[in-house]
T-cell receptor, first 115, second 111 residues
Framework: GAVVSQHPSRVICKSGTSVKIECRSLDFQATTMFWYRQFPKQSLMLMATSNEGSKATYEQGVEKDKFLINHASLTLSTLTVTSAHPEDSSFYIC???????????FGPGTRLTVT | GQNIDQPTEMTATEGAIVQINCTYQTSGFNGLFWYQQHAGEAPTFLSYNVLDGLEEKGRFSSFLSRSKGYSYLLLKELQMKDSASYLCAEQLMDSSYKLIFGSGTRLLVRP
């Protein structure tokens, strides 16, 4: 149990375009989902926390208008990177938490390359 | 912010024991996680400590001292496949229980 999927696993896009990444909890309802970004040889940096049906809470330094997060249901959250630039190239990972649990379940990650 | 410190890199020999230390700021602390991450993959859960003491799970053990803001991950009988990054993460006591990750420790296991 507690499986989280992400789609796509890899995406290459041109500079200036937008990319949407989906995060799904497959066998449980996630009251809270988290989005992280990881640059090569660095650790995970929390970008934002999203709760179903409400606006996401962004970490300091993360542009909410550039990284749009939607958490429309208890099993789906999406991250849209708008007007992507090469510096946005990174590994994006989501995780999901059940209200009654302390643990976060991580998705497999999405490798974004902006050319 | 929450300063979480762990060594950048460590090297150990196959079959040996290695201890990876982590220090964190105690304000707002709720619990301490350890994750393993292989290159290009998502983190996998290793352990969770909320009370002081040692939690043992097979070859891996994790220790926590809340008063000192200190934790370590102990890996025994090292195997080559244990070469990976080990991430210490502090869970904060807010409504979201978000995790703040340390920079990670890259462990290289040599024959």
């Amino acid at each position: 149990g507690a499986v989280v999927s992400q789609h796509p696993s890899r995406v290459i896009c041109k500079s200036g375009t937008s990319v949407k990444i989906e995060c799904r909890s497959l066998d449980f309802q996630a009251t809270t989902m988290f989005w992280y970004r990881q640059f090569p040889k660095q650790s995970l940096m929390l970008m934002a926390t999203s709760n179903e049906g409400s606006k996401a809470t962004y970490e300091q330094g993360v542009e909410k208008d550039k990284f749009l997060i939607n958490h429309a249901s208890l099993t789906l959250s999406t991250l849209t990177v708008t007007s992507a630039h090469p510096e946005d190239s990174s590994f994006y990972i989501c995780s999901a938490r059940v209200e009654s649990s302390y643990e976060q379940y991580f998705g497999p990650g999405t490798r974004l390359t902006v050319t | 912010g929450q300063n979480i410190d762990q060594p950048t890199e460590m090297t150990a020999t196959e079959g040996a024991i290695v201890q990876i230390n982590c220090t964190y700021q105690t304000s707002g602390f709720n619990g301490l996680f350890w994750y393993q991450q292989h290159a290009g993959e998502a983190p996998t859960f290793l352990s969770y400590n909320v009370l002081d003491g040692l939690e043992e799970k097979g070859r891996f053990s994790s220790f926590l001292s809340r008063s000192k803001g200190y934790s370590y991950l102990l890996l025994k009988e090292l195997q080559m496949k244990d070469s990976a990054s080990y991430l210490c993460a502090e869970q904060l006591m807010d409504s979201s229980y978000k995790l703040i990750f340390g920079s990670g420790t890259r462990l290289l296991v040599r024959p």
